[in-house]
């Protein structure tokens, strides 16, 4: 099963802004889409954006949208999530997950996730 594994994170101040990425093998990839999602301590998990490997389609949760940009470099099996504008509500652990069947929206639609990679934006 193809396993995401996510870098970027780190601590920035309020305003600022942080890339993270994504890398996948697609060997094993039957996926269409790559989603990101993210979570704070004692919060659900929180859909944040979503991209097809073929079609140049982002879904963006309400969090992100006019802040964030999800992008994929499909020849580097590589998802990216552009941050800008942080604010201190930012601050969580950001995963990539591979999506399988559903609403691109719901956690449960996705079969593979990475280990996270926090980021925490300092007021």
């Known amino acids: 099963q193809a396993q995401p594994v996510e870098s970027g994170g780190g601590s920035v101040q309020a305003g600022g802004s942080l890339r993270l990425s994504c890398s996948v093998s697609?060997?094993?990839?039957?996926?269409?889409?790559m989603g990101w999602f993210r979570q704070a301590p004692g919060q659900e998990r929180e859909f944040v954006a979503a991209?097809?490997?073929?079609?140049?389609?982002?879904y963006y949760g309400d969090s992100a949208r006019g802040r964030f940009t999800i992008a994929r470099d499909s020849a580097k099996n590589t998802v990216y999530l552009q941050m800008n504008s942080l604010k201190p509500d930012d601050t969580a652990v950001y995963y990539c997950?591979?999506?399988?069947?559903?609403?691109?929206?719901?956690?449960?639609?996705?079969?593979?996730w990475g280990q996270g990679t926090q980021v925490s934006v300092v007021a």
């Open positions: 991209i097809s490997w073929t079609y140049d389609s982002p």
């Open positions: 697609r060997g094993t990839l039957s996926s269409s889409f």
């Open positions: 997950a591979v999506h399988s069947s559903g609403d691109l929206r719901h956690k449960d639609s996705y079969n593979s």
